[in-house]
């Protein structure tokens, strides 16, 4: 354990010397033709401010670039992990789409809600604030009409909810209390980093970075209500931050102890084992995004991206190198057709913006800097 506290404190110093209620402007006043529900050439970007969390929508031109088209106030307020730099909640998922429902979730991490937005075009509409079953939410996880929310503080916990015309419908008996130590320092690296499901939707995982340094697995029955407690699989070192879903019944894994990416086969039992390593080479390798056969993690110490081709269904990983970023390089998405990555860097709140070429390389296109945005995580892209 002191060891990953050591790996903590070397992040937030490399971080540290690397560099801080209508839309703002309306879609009326914008103009434009009509959109089906759901995004389109969109990018929404969450702030995660003290002073009032916001969602800052762009609109995305044929060649990738973004223009900002309006700001969404989510009636709710960031949140700040103590020992963060770059990403305040220290997370991934904590702005997440659903496709089923056109509805974007977005944590309040310092009000212990959740924001449902319903989405047109490049539009956002507030339709609920909910609580999010216990505190300091950090992540949001979907498939088909379950939902389930991270907090991360008090030892972490889960809640679950059901999704019935456009709102959430939270189902108290699926809480569960994760059991971290709700005292290990610092918070940024000793709190719960994402919860997300496996691919056909069976299990819900959750990420312990260095507070066990653990993948939790929670059985999930036909209507979507966890086993009483997760099947734990102790990955000594590693920090486990991210993850993507590989198939129905795997994970690509951001490592923040090994600065790696690595791939797990999750069993029907619970448990998870190793496929594939491949390290970044990097500092602080804590996000993952996948487009393709292709996957970029972020490494918010070395402010860059490391990009890796995927083959035998993820049992073989393949270095691509890497790419600079602005400082703190953390959350990322990929628009829907594929061709373009978006980075949110932390340290000075800007997101930048890249084309993903066939070879996998990524070619820089500019940047955008997020009002408010400074230490901000959380993007959707469309």
């Known amino acids: 354990m002191q060891k990953i506290t050591r790996i903590g404190v070397a992040v937030a110093t490399a971080l540290a010397t690397a560099a801080v209620c209508a839309p703002s402007v309306s879609a009326a006043a914008r103009g434009g033709g009509e959109h089906p529900l759901g995004g389109h050439h969109a990018v929404f970007v969450q702030t995660d401010d003290p002073a009032g969390n916001r969602i800052i929508a762009y609109h995305r031109a044929d060649d990738g670039q973004l223009a900002q088209t309006a700001a969404y106030d989510t009636h709710g307020l960031g949140g700040v992990l103590a020992g963060s730099v770059a990403d305040h909640l220290a997370s991934q998922g904590s702005l997440t ?52 929310v991270l907090n991360a503080l008090d030892g972490g916990s889960i809640q679950g909810y059901t999704v019935h015309d456009g709102r959430l419908d939270e189902r108290a008996d699926w809480n569960r209390c994760l059991g971290l130590d709700p005292d290990a320092t610092p918070q940024f690296t000793n709190t719960p980093g994402q919860v997300g499901f496996t691919g056909d939707g069976s299990q819900l995982v959750v990420t312990t970075k260095a507070n066990g340094s653990n993948l939790l697995v929670f059985n999930l029955d036909h209507s979507g209500a966890p086993a009483d407690s997760p099947v734990v699989t102790n990955l000594p070192g590693a920090v486990p931050f991210a993850f993507v879903p590989n198939g129905g019944h795997g994970l690509f894994l951001a490592e923040a102890g090994t600065n790696a990416v690595a791939t797990f086969a999750v069993h029907p039992d619970g448990t998870a084992s190793q496929e594939a390593f491949a390290p970044t080479g990097q500092s602080a390798t804590c996000w993952i995004v996948a487009v393709r056969d292709l996957l970029y993690a972020s490494n918010a110490g070395s402010s860059t991206l490391s990009g890796f081709r995927t083959s035998d269904h993820g049992r073989r990983l393949t270095a691509l190198g890497n790419t600079p970023t602005n400082p703190g390089t953390v959350d990322a998405a990929v628009s829907s057709d594929g061709h373009y990555l978006y980075a949110q860097t932390g340290v000075n709140g800007i997101v930048d913006e890249f084309a993903v070429n066939d070879d996998g390389s990524l070619t820089p296109l500019g940047s955008r800097t997020v009002p408010g945005g400074a230490g901000g995580e959380g993007i959707v892209a469309f």
């Not at 789409?97 to 956002?124: E, I, K, M, Q, W």
Request: aromatic content about 10%; cysteine-free; charged content about 20%.
């Open 97 to 148: 789409y659903d496709p089923r429902h056109a509805l974007l979730y977005a944590v309040n991490a310092g009000s212990d809600t959740v924001s449902v937005f319903s989405v047109d075009g490049d539009r956002l509409a507030l339709r609920q604030v909910v609580g999010s079953g216990g505190r300091f939410p950090v992540s949001v996880a979907v498939h088909d009409d379950v939902v389930y």
